[in-house]
């Protein structure tokens, strides 16, 4: 992404009141306004498409004037890039200061990411990304939101703003000099695109407005701040989010951030950061969420059925995301996020699935080891199954001679394994796994493995609106299947466990719809409560440790809404399964989805912590279980909890503070090696296949100065415990009564550590003693 650094705007106060946009309709042909950028002719066929991949087209019945432009109109699955254009504005103050605009169509559509480039300079594929907001992380790559053309103020305007369903955008591309022949050339170019995805653009127009003629109480943008405070901050006063970060200036200003800095952006619920701005999952494929080589890997479902892998990286606060899937794999269903395996070589192997949507499932495998753009993947590789398939859970055992394992949904509906022995270049034939019912009965599972010879998992007997779910763990181990205290229950080739036979893990959770007797209560068992898992990992020695929940129909009330679900912490103690009642989750998420709760994850590198998401208004009121009132707004927010005696008593702290959304489905990436670490989405989930939610990531470590190396020339070097994101002061002391001495300010986060090098001030150089302290900045 390029940022267009503009100088300091000298805006006078005798300037005019209202300043207004010339608006200039793009023309082809001999005499147009418009060329290829490199000024050859440009005559776009008229009307309808060519056949032809890579070129504009002119549409005569659309836009203002009656003309537009436009690219990606082709069909098929290859992606079209169409040449960059030039129009040249003609007629201007020689050596005059003009702010530029750029106008295109966008659908106003949730489904369809119309979009455009533009800049001062030829750049084919380079020049900024402009897109409508509700389009933004749509692309790969950071876009810019552009304006509702209608709203601003012209002096002559388009001819229309708006058109079948179709709106007039204008992307504010910043300030350039005209030339000494009064000429200024605006640079257009598209995303080249598949029409399945319909990302086209449609080009109309551009629009120039003198710096000088700039009201300074106005806001040309639309940005929150006037023109005069975009003078104030540096900001460009044509550009909604000046540094590109997806944050617009007057957020950035209000909130405290820089918008001038792209890593600085404004903290989001939690503390947390965006990573991108679209995207959610199910819970159950794994690894969602990994931390490689100093990295954050997260999958996704976008909520236009695309998937995505975003790398975000914590010591340049740098998101950048790759879409994975294409056409034929694309389906819109959060059920399809990508799991995530690390190879021996350092690459990435990504396996998804369609929901329920034909027998295949689909993988990717990386070309280096930190994948930032789609030219650092592979190609889609599909491989088949026996039976419509879902999920992706796939476990790299280094003992087993880095056999993978894939546990997914096929057979009779059931957990199948595929095995791949090269990694992931190609699969064994699906093994039935775990048998039960004639096609309509499904046991959910979740998995963890210590990556060198054992896979655990805790498993249903199928979904709880159909069945009345117990909860039993078990694991792979040396080609066996055992029970929790190692007891046989099958060896691998004997597969599939006949769970209806009685081939089943130990029990972590009994169903039992008995009511209590006086020595019962919820740390046994909710009458008639059904269970579901959410999350399994290992304690230090070894140990299996799981969250789960328990949903009763009509706590409250009647209906979907007084459901309420119940969250449980349970761990093998090395002889038996010790489950504890532990938080009201609230209710669930909706109607047709009655038994989806807000989500629990334990923390694999620090077992003792877990994390969940609940609308109870009070989730630690644990003496009822039927009176359990909801959040004003019912919003949901995230917890954190940590233990210190097997699960006996947690202490609590609120992650997510008055939230205007709701904060859903928490994982903690492994590896991650913070103090907390934290990934989430946050926005609007109405069903599994409609979501506008954003990916959110927390990693946050206690502030703790780790050295302090004094060197030459009176120069110090301080080392410290950092949060990606933050930035910091470096403030000293000669008496450690207070710390008046500022030495460094505004050190920029470097991600889990941080240092920063300064000369010794000249109150310290005197004295015999020095102290300093590193400060957060709020």
Not at 184 to 206: A, C, F, H, K, M
Request: proline fraction near 6%; charge should be negative.
């Amino acid at each position: 992404m390029i940022s267009m650094r503009i100088p300091l705007l000298l805006l006078s106060a005798l300037a005019p009141l209202q300043g207004q946009i010339t608006y200039l309709d793009a023309t082809a042909g001999s005499g147009g306004n418009t060329t290829l950028s490199v000024g050859n002719l440009f005559s776009p066929p008229q009307n309808g498409t060519t056949g032809q991949d890579n070129d504009w087209e002119q549409r005569s019945t659309f836009g203002s004037g009656g003309t537009i432009f436009e690219s990606s109109g082709e069909g098929g699955a290859i992606p079209e890039d169409a040449p960059e254009l030039r129009t040249t504005i003609s007629g201007l103050d020689a050596g005059e200061d003009y702010i530029v605009f750029l106008y295109f169509w966008d659908p106003g559509s949730l489904q369809e990411d119309w979009n455009i480039r533009g800049g001062f300079s030829s750049n084919p594929g380079s020049n900024a990304l402009f897109s409508a907001a509700d389009s933004a992380g749509s692309f790969g790559e950071s876009t810019e939101s552009a304006l509702v053309a209608s709203t601003q103020d012209f002096a002559v305007a388009p001819t229309i703003f708006a058109e079948g369903g179709r709106v007039l955008l204008a992307a504010g591309l910043g300030t350039a000099a005209a030339g000494q022949d009064g000429k200024l050339s605006v640079y257009i170019d598209d995303l080249p695109t598949e029409t399945t995805v319909n990302q086209r653009t449609w080009y109309d127009g551009v629009g120039y407005l003198a710096v000088k003629d700039l009201d300074p109480a106005g806001d040309l943008d639309g940005d929150g701040l006037s023109n005069g405070d975009e003078e104030t901050a540096g900001t460009d006063p044509a550009r909604v989010d000046t540094d590109g970060d997806s944050y617009s200036d007057g957020a950035e200003v209000s909130a405290g951030s820089d918008p001038l800095l792209a890593a600085s952006v404004p903290p989001g619920p939690g503390g947390a950061h965006s990573i991108n701005s679209n995207g959610a999952w199910t819970w159950f494929n794994d690894e969602r969420a990994i931390m490689h080589q100093g990295s954050l890997f997260a999958g996704y479902v976008k909520g236009d059925g695309r998937y995505g892998i975003t790398r975000y990286n914590p010591e340049t606060h740098q998101s950048d995301e790759v879409i994975i899937s294409t056409a034929a794999s694309r389906q819109q269903d959060d059920h399809n996020n990508p799991s995530l395996t690390v190879l021996p070589d350092g690459k990435l192997l990504a396996v998804y699935s369609k929901h329920i949507a034909g027998s295949q499932y689909y993988t990717r495998t990386s070309l280096v080891p930190l994948p930032t753009t789609a030219a650092d993947w592979g190609p889609e590789v599909v491989v088949s199954t026996p039976a419509s398939n879902t999920y992706a859970n796939t476990y790299r055992l280094a003992e087993e001679d880095n056999a993978i394992y894939n546990f997914h949904r096929c057979i009779n509906f059931n957990p199948t394994l595929s095995i791949s022995t090269d990694n992931g270049a190609s699969w064994s034939t699906p093994l039935h796994f775990i048998d039960t019912g004639t096609g309509g009965v499904r046991p959910y599972t979740r998995f963890v493995s210590n990556h060198k010879n054992r896979i655990d998992l805790i498993y249903t007997d199928g979904h709880p609106r159909d069945v009345a779910n117990s909860l039993y763990h078990l694991f792979y181990q040396e080609g066996r299947i055992r029970r929790t205290d190692g007891g046989l229950i099958k060896s691998f080739p004997d597969l599939p466990l006949d769970h209806d036979a009685g081939e089943k893990g130990s029990v972590v959770y009994q169903y039992s719809a008995a009511p209590w007797t006086a020595n019962d209560g919820p740390d046994d068992w909710i009458p008639s409560g059904r269970a579901w898992c959410w999350d399994v990992a290992y304690e230090k020695d070894g140990n299996p440790v799981c969250v789960f929940q328990v949903q009763s129909d009509n706590v409250t009330g009647t209906g979907w809404d007084n459901d309420r679900i119940y969250y449980y912490y349970a761990r093998w103690d090395g002889s038996e399964w010790k489950k504890k009642f532990v938080a009201h989750a609230g209710r669930p998420l909706y109607s047709n989805e009655d038994d989806y709760g807000g989500g629990m994850t334990i923390d694999p590198e620090q077992p003792n912590v877990i994390y969940f998401s609940s609308n109870a208004a009070n989730p630690f009121n644990l003496d009822d279980i039927n009176d359990v009132p909801l959040r004003a707004g019912n919003r949901y927010e995230i917890f954190r909890g940590v233990t210190q005696d097997g699960g006996e008593t947690f202490t609590w702290e609120q992650i997510t503070v008055g939230s205007s959304k709701d904060n859903l489905r928490p994982i903690v990436p492994e590896g991650h090696g913070y103090d907390k670490a934290l990934v989430w989405f946050h926005g609007t989930y109405s069903t599994y296949t409609n979501f506008d939610t954003e990916v959110m990531a927390l990693l946050q470590n206690e502030l703790k100065v780790e050295n302090i190396e004094l060197k030459e020339d009176e120069q110090v070097q301080l080392h410290w415990h950092s949060s990606p994101g933050k930035s910091y002061d470096i403030i000293g002391s000669t008496d450690l009564q207070d710390f008046p001495i500022t030495c460094a300010s505004d050190v920029f986060s470097q991600g889990a550590e941080s240092s920063f090098q300064f000369v010794l001030p000249a109150l310290l150089q005197e004295s015999p003693r020095g102290f300093f302290r590193v400060k957060e900045k709020l």
